[in-house]
């Protein structure tokens, strides 16, 4: 093979092996989360999120800074429980050093879950910047759920 052709198939193949190692790197920024999460890791956990990140939990009340959700989550972390959340899939979008994604999760108490979210690569780590977390509501019951939390509103 000629170097200009050797030259041409690796500026083809290059790209597509540094989008795939940075896949890799951000389904595991994500994946350790949830483990972190689940066996209670607070430092680690925390450690994944920006310092200037959002979180958005499921009660509309949940509009939290990094520090503010850290306060909220002490006392889940600190008994040694944190939270489960199990991935049953996840989606990519975007390319450079943003990306955005959103993932279903299951959870024994809320049942399926969506997570979406935004991660940016800062000093060559990628970290979360902004997560929100919904539940899913299967439409056939969406009005009585809608009902429902038009009467908590009340209270």
Same mark, same amino acid.
């Given at each position: ?40 890791? =607070? $430092?680690? @956990? ?5 310092? +200037?990140?959002i ?6 009340? *949940? %509009?939290?800074?990094i520090?503010? =959700? $850290?306060? @909220?989550?002490?006392p889940?972390?600190? +008994?040694g ?7 049953? *899939? %996840? ?65």
């Amino acid at each position: 093979m000629s170097n200009k052709l050797i030259t041409l198939l690796l500026l083809l193949i290059a790209p597509s092996i540094i989008a795939d190692d940075q896949q890799a790197e951000i389904d595991a920024l994500l994946n350790g989360l949830h483990q972190d999460a689940h066996e209670a890791n =607070f $430092k680690t @956990y925390f450690a994944r999120y920006t310092s +200037d990140a959002i979180f958005l939990g499921t009660d509309k009340s *949940e %509009r939290w800074t990094i520090e503010e =959700f $850290k306060e @909220y989550a002490k006392p889940a972390f600190a +008994d040694g429980h944190g939270w489960t959340y199990t991935v049953v *899939e %996840r989606n990519w979008e975007g390319e450079g050093n943003t990306r955005w994604f959103d993932e279903i999760l299951f959870n024994e108490k809320l049942g399926h879950c969506r997570g979406t979210g935004v991660v940016e690569l800062e000093a060559g780590e990628w970290k979360i910047a902004h997560y929100a977390l919904t539940m899913l509501v299967p439409n056939e019951i969406a009005a009585d759920i809608g009902s429902q939390t038009q009467e908590a509103d009340k209270l």
